[in-house]
Each structure stands twice: as C-alpha cells, then as structure tokens.
C-alpha cells in the first residue's frame, strides 16, 4: 500500500503494478497523476485529494493528459477520494475489464476537462459519485486508441452509471459518444442519476 497522510505531497508520477494500491487519507493532497497499463487487482482510495493542478495544460506529454489513467488493465477499484483539475480527464480507462468507480467526487473547471471517461472497456460501474466538468461529465466512448494506449477497437460493454449526480458547465452531462470506434456498444445503462446543469 503507498500511503499519503494529511498534508501535501508532490509525487508527480504513480505507476502501479499488479496488486498494489494506493491510500489517500483525509487531510491529504497529493499532486500527482496515477497510472496502471496492463496491470490487475489495483485499488486507488481513501478520503483526501487527488490534483491534477500543478500540471501544465501546455505539456502536451502523453503522461500528463489524465489524473488517472487505466489503461488495458483488470479487476480496479476507486473509492471515496477527491479529484480536481486535471489537464484533460479526472479518470480515464482504456480498455480493460471489471472496473469499479464509487463514492467518488470530482471538481474541475479548467477548460475541456472530463469527468469519467470510459474507453473501449468492458464491466464498468460508477455509483455515487458527483462530478462537476467544465466539459463532459460522465462519457462512454470508443476509440483505436488514446493518449498513446491502443484499444483494438475492443468493446464498449456491461457499463452502468447510477445514483451519481452531475453538473456539466459547457460540454455533456451524460454522452454515449462523440468517439464511437468499437466492436461493439452493448448493455449501457444509466440509472437513478440527477443533472443538476448540461452545457
């Protein structure tokens, strides 16, 4: 378990492997964006803040784009943090299977900044969560691939999204799409969730 207690950390870069997991504790802000690719059994949780903000939206790097980025990854678990003010999206999976989003908060106004966008991935379920985009909130998507991750034009499948609450200030609330490269989109539901604002 990578531990961050109350008070600021910088660690720029997470990468996590297999079976490793990442605790985030109240009172903590950690300045930093997390990664896993081609990983398995990895849980990202706690109560505190997760930030994309002392990243440079200029920084075109591949690595700075999302403030979490799973990509082609199996059997992930985020619950209970913060996340605020990513260069492009909050949490972002690319490909993948058996990913759990749940009790999440996400704040973010800089421009073009998703909330959750899910790539091509099978298995997917976000519950509980509020998020508050500047661009698309909450986003089932397909695509070749994106931000260097390849997707083989895996399908988009078994998606739920319920008992969230979102607040879109210029882009979707709620989108399947605009990307839509896949196989296949099948069982997509969204259940129970309040739109307080869409762009």
Known sequence: ?????????????????????????????????????????????????????????????????????????????????????????????????????????????RRNSDGIDIHNSQNVTIRNCFVRAFDDAIVIKGQHGYAGYLTNHEPTSDILVENCVVWCDWGRAIEIGIETVAKSFEDITFKNCDVLRGG
Do not use: C
């Not at 109350?6 to 300045?31: C, F, M, R, T, W």
């Not at 700075?64 to 990509?71: F, G, H, K, P, Q």
């Open 1 to 109: 378990i990578l531990y961050f207690g109350p008070g600021i950390h910088q660690p720029y870069v997470i990468e996590l492997k297999s079976n490793q997991s990442v605790y985030i504790d109240g009172g903590a802000i950690v300045y930093g964006i997390i990664l896993s690719d081609k990983q398995e059994n990895i849980r990202i949780y706690g109560r505190g803040i997760l930030s994309g903000a002392r990243f440079d939206r200029q920084d075109h790097s591949t690595r700075l784009r999302d403030t979490i980025m799973i990509s082609n990854s199996k059997n992930i678990s985020v619950e209970g943090i913060v996340i605020e003010n990513s260069v492009i999206y909050q949490i972002a999976t690319v490909g993948g299977s058996d990913i759990n989003i749940d009790n999440v908060k996400i704040l973010s106004w």
